[in-house]
Structures are given as structure tokens and as C-alpha cells.
């Protein structure tokens, strides 16, 4: 039923289509992400082609309206930072599988003393062909976008993402994070959608502890 709910809203705002590609997507303030790790996504603002979220803690963040491009704004115990995108990654979208861009971001993180310190990050994102997905939420056909963060120094791949975008859902429906150094993975993915009208704090941290629980229940018992 929500997702229902969720796609009768997508429809209404557009950001459903039937193009052979998917476009950049385009939130709505108020939307709610649930994720099957309690993780919580909530659209607090939409800024042109930033949009501004908040966490399950309420802490919020900047981000682009593009998935794949790293926080912008952030604040997180006692430290501030910012990062400034050199590049286009845009021109991944409309997203298709072939679509290649590059960028870098130099991020500037401010601790609780002033201290400023600066790093470069090189990124390569290519999409992949569409897969179809069972998630918690559903199932979907997403499009896999592939994005490994290199050394500025070595030029190793330090960190592998890949997002699982979903035109149908209008955000990903998956992330996995790869740590390239030692192979060990973090992944979750889409719980629950809550369009505008829906997503009060009481039903997104409900919606939050029954993510939780679930993802706990279908651990193996050691």
C-alpha cells in the first residue's frame, strides 16, 4: 500500500516516465527513505539542485539532487566540512547503462578546534544494464551506477559504491560500499517509501524500529 501511495505521488509530480533513460530525480520535501538498516532519508528542502535532508537523528545534510555525488554540507560530532564538485557528474544523466563521467571534490572538514583539513578525491561513475531487484519495498528494475573513489596519490581505488537507481521509486533502492583495502562491504536497502502527506516522525521512526527488527530477524543465528 505505501508504495502504492508513493507511486500515485510519483505520477502526479512527474517523476514516473516511460523514457528508455532515467532522469535526474527530482524531490519533493517531505519525502521519506526508509532503509532496511533503520537508516532514515527525510527531504527537509528542496534548494534548485540541492536538496537538503535529515537523518533518523534529525541531523541534516546537503546533498545533490544526483545520488552518487558525496555530501556536500555536513555537521557530525563537532565537525563541520563542505565539499566543492570540480566536473560535471550530471552528464550521467539521463541515466543508461554506458553513461560514463568523471569528477572530483576537494573537501574541506572544520573540527571543533578550527583546524581545517583538506583532501582531494578523484571519482570515476559508470552505469551498468538495468537489473530487477526484490527489496524489502518491492521489487524494481534499477539501473547499477558503479563509482570508485581513487588515491589523488597512487591513483589505487581506495572505495567502491554502487547505487541501484530505480526510475519507479525516483531514488535508489540499494547502496553497497566496498573498502577496496581489506574487502570488507556494507549494504542496505529500501525498506518503505512515505510520500509528503505521510511521512510524520511518529510513522518514520515506527516504520524504522520494524526495519530494524526485520534486518535483525533474518540474520543467521550463530
Known sequence: MMRRAFLAFAL???????????????????QAF????????LVREVRNDRVVWSARSGRPYVRSANPVVPILEWSFR??????????????????RAGRRVEFRTLNVATDADERARRS?????????TPVTLDVPAGRFTAIPVVCDR??????????????????EVGHYI???????SDGSVETYALF???????????????????????????????
Open 174 to 180: 540499494r547502496r553497497e560500499a566496498r573498502d577496496m
Open 34 to 41: 526508509i532503509f532496511d538498516n533503520g537508516r532514515v532519508e
Open 120 to 128: 582531494i578525491h578523484l571519482w570515476s561513475c559508470a552505469a551498468r
Open 78 to 95: 563537532g565537525q563541520t566540512g563542505r565539499r566543492t564538485v570540480l566536473g560535471d557528474p550530471d552528464r550521467l544523466w539521463p541515466l
Open 12 to 30: 502526479a509530480c512527474g517523476l514516473v516516465g516511460a523514457a528508455d533513460a532515467a532522469p535526474l530525480p527530482r524531490y519533493a520535501a517531505g
Open 192 to 222: 518503505a517509501t512515505l510520500p509528503p502527506h505521510a511521512a510524520n516522525d511518529v510513522r518514520i521512526e515506527t516504520l524504522a524500529r520494524q526495519a530494524r527488527a526485520a534486518s535483525a530477524g533474518s540474520r543467521p543465528q550463530r
Open 150 to 167: 581513487f588515491s589523488h596519490n597512487s591513483m589505487r581505488v581506495l572505495e567502491r559504491l554502487t547505487w541501484h537507481y530505480s526510475e
